[in-house]
């Protein structure tokens, strides 16, 4: 039970906005991103707990709709730092389980 | 600047040997996980311990493949005997409980 990300990939130009969606067939406890650049590992972006709130961090913020079972990602005026690809992670029941996504690919070109 | 560091960051190994990759979580962290990664699979989670009691590792071929956590500052994933259908990056992570995960760099697995 997968989580399904939408879109698999997204090709912006500096200073353009994005949005990566999650959707999980299961009812979530919580929604955690990360970012991956190529030949590295994840890096922990954000976490958001049940109780549907939203949160940011830099340009970057994200939701977490929980009557849905879906948390988008927010992406404004982005940077050339932003390429990789962005996962998310679900959780269900509280256990600290993680079930990840299968990744949107974004690159920014100058 | 706390990170989990793991080793060996390379391994290329014979079908048949025995592997042993290491992960030093981050002081203060209660949880760890064991992650493969893989361009068909994805990321996988393979085990993971709260307080270095094992949780879960039902994502682990259980035949070949144990993990462990001798003490806190310490965890092992071993894989005995390794086939070419092993072949990946591991991932260690730590974290605290309703926190989030904090990757180690990885261990790149090539069995021939």
């Known amino acids: 039970q997968q989580p399904v990300q939408s879109p698999q990939a997204v090709i912006l130009r500096e200073g353009e906005d994005a949005v990566i969606n999650c959707s999980s067939s299961k009812a979530l406890y919580s929604v955690h991103w990360y970012r991956q650049k190529h030949g590295e590992a994840p890096v922990f972006l954000m976490i958001?707990?049940?109780?549907?709130e939203q949160k940011g961090h830099e340009k970057i913020s994200a939701s977490f709709n929980e009557k849905k079972q879906q948390s988008s990602l927010y992406l404004t005026a982005s940077q050339l730092s932003y390429s990789g690809t962005y996962f998310c992670?679900?959780?269900?029941?509280?256990?600290?389980?993680?079930?990840f996504g299968t990744g949107t690919r974004l690159q920014v070109f100058p | 600047d706390a990170r989990v560091t793991q080793t060996p960051r390379h391994k290329v190994t014979e079908m048949g040997q025995e592997v042993t990759m290491r992960c030093q979580p981050i002081?203060?962290?209660?949880?760890v996980f064991w992650y493969r990664q893989t361009m068909m699979q994805g990321l996988e989670l393979l085990a993971y311990f709260r307080n270095r009691a094992p949780l879960d590792d039902s994502g682990m071929p259980k035949d070949r493949f144990s993990a462990e956590m001798p003490d806190a500052t310490l965890a092992t994933l071993k894989i005995q005997p390794s086939e070419p259908r092993d072949s990946a990056v591991y991932f260690c992570?730590?974290?605290?409980?309703?926190?989030?995960?904090?990757f180690g760099p990885g261990t790149r697995l090539t069995v021939t």
């Open positions: 992570a730590s974290g605290r409980s309703e926190g989030g995960q904090y």
């Open positions: 002081l203060g962290h209660n949880t």
């Open positions: 992670g679900t959780e269900t029941g509280g256990t600290d389980k993680l079930i």
């Open positions: 958001l707990l049940k109780g549907g």
